[in-house]
């Protein structure tokens, strides 16, 4: 089946631990997102990739860091930096950019709690 | 992207049509209107879009305004499986995110 896959849907770390979150596609899709939701809220964009070995901070960057090195793989780091960690993470992909419309398939998304 | 208003929450009866309004007034003529929904603790799915011409597809109808400063997602015989947010999106086509807001919860009672 194609689709996006997030792991590990529930996860839990202490304060001052980095923590990494997977995502992997196999939709041959181009661009891949990184959101956040807070309960009761929309989402917010953190990170973007349109391409391989390039990514652009969206709207919420500071404290996350992430890496491109594959087609089908956008790994978010979460940060020690990150003041409020703990939220719903949702990754998302789409074809490339230049088609005149196109949606953004979501994964189920992982769900992080820092204590 | 232009400003989307959508009502907190609404009703509806099992079996029946359910009719979720948004306002966006400020809409621009390369803007597009993007339905999703998201089921508690799931990632959001992707319902429909449309640009002028009212669509249709296996989930839903999207009913666009002439004016195109508003729309409707219909929903033509909801289940309980229905029961989620519902978003709407008025987006560029060349933006690189969706811009979610609170959206409408849906619940569908039996």
């Known amino acids: 089946d194609g689709g996006i896959t997030q792991s590990p849907k529930y996860l839990f770390r202490k304060e001052g631990q980095n923590v990494t979150l997977s995502c992997e596609q196999n939709l041959n899709h181009d661009a891949m997102y990184w959101y956040r939701q807070d309960p009761g809220q929309g989402l917010r964009l953190i990170y973007y990739?349109?391409?391989?070995?390039?990514?652009q901070k969206g709207d919420i960057a500071e404290g996350y860091s992430v890496s491109r090195e594959k087609k089908e793989s956008f790994p978010l780091t979460v940060t020690s930096a990150q003041k409020n960690p703990t939220a719903f993470y949702l990754c998302?992909?789409?074809?490339?950019?230049?088609?005149?419309?196109?949606?953004?398939?979501f994964g189920p998304g992982t769900r992080l709690t820092v204590t | 992207d232009a400003k989307t208003t959508q009502p907190t929450s609404m009703d509806c009866a099992e079996g029946r049509a359910a009719n979720l309004p948004c306002n966006h007034s400020t809409i621009s003529g390369n803007e597009y209107v993007y339905w999703y929904r998201q089921i508690h603790s799931q990632g959001p799915q992707y319902i429909i879009h449309g640009l002028k011409n009212n669509e249709t597809n296996e989930m839903a109808s999207l009913i666009i305004t002439e004016d195109r400063k508003s729309s409707t997602l219909i929903l033509p015989h909801a289940t309980l499986r229905d029961t989620a947010v519902y978003y709407c999106?008025?987006?560029?086509?060349?933006?690189?995110?969706?811009?979610f807001g609170p959206g409408t919860r849906l619940s569908v009672l039996p």
């Open positions: 990739s349109q391409i391989v070995n390039d990514f």
């Open positions: 998302a992909s789409s074809p490339a950019q230049g088609q005149q419309s196109y949606e953004q398939y």
């Open positions: 999106i008025v987006r560029v086509w060349a933006r690189q995110n969706f811009v």
